[in-house]
């Protein structure tokens, strides 16, 4: 009978099941669907009489391997300290550092229970709890975290956004990103923070995945990083809904606009385009032209 993998490649298939007992067999598995820089599957294994879910991350986009070619090593340390911080996570069962088993570098780790929500019921509550953990996350100092947290663009190189309809807002966060930026006391991050990382079930938190990018750093990059994504999702009032809650849950936050800006400078490099993955999430009906007007609300909503 021939076995349902999904497209899980036979060679990957054979490492998963080898870091298993030798009684574990394979069951079932399916690419899941969200992901635009690697791909994940959902891997259904028979392990001591029972179904066990597992995802493998396969790192399969040349270019970003080639400038971090040590991602599988990235992701595995992160979920590693993620472990000590309060919110549901993967746990790590295995690594192909450099591709020798599977073809290509992969993570393998256990699944988290839930799915993504991008069309909540209730937006408050919804902002609520994805504030909430954001700050669980930074509880974790992450002081046994190997990466540093490093910006993506440099202000003074940076190709201009000749899309956008408020030039002269730009240019002052551009200004305002080049010159010196404010101390604070770094902590672990996820660095990748936003709705489509989020799971949820039964209209709670259930787990927070993709922790490829994390590292230790502000917090004000997470928190700015799912400023942006909401803003462009929802608008300019959901972001600052998702800012006036975390400051609720972190009392001791200071926020400064500055990460807010920084963030937002590290995302261009061309116009703004709708992210593919929300549509697999249920999302329809933006635009591009959408992506550029509510990007150019949100620096006039930052700088004035």
């Known amino acids: 009978m021939e076995k349902n993998t999904g497209g899980l490649p036979e060679k990957v298939l054979d490492w998963?099941?080898?870091?298993?007992?030798?009684?574990?067999?394979?069951?079932?598995?399916?690419?899941?669907?969200?992901?635009?820089?690697?791909?994940?599957?959902?891997?259904?294994?028979?392990?001591?009489?029972?179904?066990?879910?597992?995802?493998?991350?396969l790192l399969d986009n040349q270019e970003w391997l080639e400038e971090e070619?040590?991602?599988?090593?990235?992701?595995?340390?992160?979920?590693q300290?993620?472990?000590?911080?309060?919110?549901?996570?993967?746990?790590?069962?295995?690594?192909?550092?450099?591709?020798?088993?599977?073809?290509?570098p992969a993570v393998l780790m256990t699944m988290q229970d839930g799915a993504v929500d991008l069309k909540p019921s209730d937006m408050e509550s919804w902002l609520n709890q994805l504030a909430e953990s954001l700050v669980k996350i930074h509880q974790e100092a992450g002081d046994?975290?190997?990466?540093?947290?490093?910006?993506?663009?440099?202000?003074?190189t940076i190709e201009f956004p000749s899309w956008s309809r408020v030039p002269e807002y730009w240019k002052r966060a551009i200004k305002i990103v080049a010159g010196s930026r404010p101390p604070v006391k770094e902590c672990f991050i996820h660095r990748d923070y936003h709705p489509a990382n989020v799971l949820w079930k039964n209209g709670r938190v259930s787990g927070i995945v993709d922790w490829v990018n994390a590292c230790k750093g502000p917090a004000g990059v997470?928190?700015?990083?799912?400023?942006?994504?909401?803003?462009?999702?929802?608008?300019?009032?959901?972001?600052?809904?998702?800012?006036?809650?975390?400051?609720?849950?972190?009392?001791?936050?200071?926020?400064?606009?500055?990460?807010?800006?920084?963030?937002l400078i590290d995302i261009l490099g061309g116009p703004p385009e709708?992210?593919?993955?929300?549509?697999?999430?249920?999302?329809?009906?933006?635009?591009?032209?959408?992506?550029?007007?509510?990007?150019?609300?949100?620096?006039?909503?930052?700088?004035?």
Not at 24 to 51: C, H, M, P, Y
Not at 144 to 156: E, G, I, K, L, Q
Not at 283 to 290: I, S, W
Request: glycine share 4%; charged share 20%; with cysteine.
């Open 144 to 156: 046994n975290m190997p990466y540093d947290y490093f910006p993506y663009n440099d202000p003074n």
């Open 222 to 263: 997470d928190v700015a990083h799912c400023r942006w994504n909401l803003a462009i999702l929802y608008g300019v009032d959901a972001a600052n809904g998702f800012l006036q809650a975390y400051q609720r849950y972190a009392s001791d936050f200071l926020y400064d606009p500055y990460w807010d800006l920084r963030t």
């Open 81 to 104: 300290v993620a472990e000590d911080a309060p919110v549901p996570t993967p746990e790590v069962i295995a690594i192909d550092e450099t591709g020798i088993e599977c073809g290509i």
């Open 274 to 304: 709708v992210y593919a993955g929300w549509a697999d999430f249920g999302v329809t009906g933006l635009t591009d032209d959408m992506m550029e007007e509510r990007l150019d609300k949100y620096v006039v909503s930052l700088l004035e």
């Open 16 to 57: 998963v099941l080898r870091q298993f007992s030798p009684t574990a067999a394979f069951d079932s598995a399916a690419q899941l669907k969200g992901s635009t820089s690697s791909t994940l599957f959902r891997i259904s294994l028979w392990v001591e009489n029972s179904t066990e879910n597992y995802v493998i991350r």
């Open 69 to 79: 070619p040590d991602l599988a090593i990235h992701e595995a340390a992160s979920l």
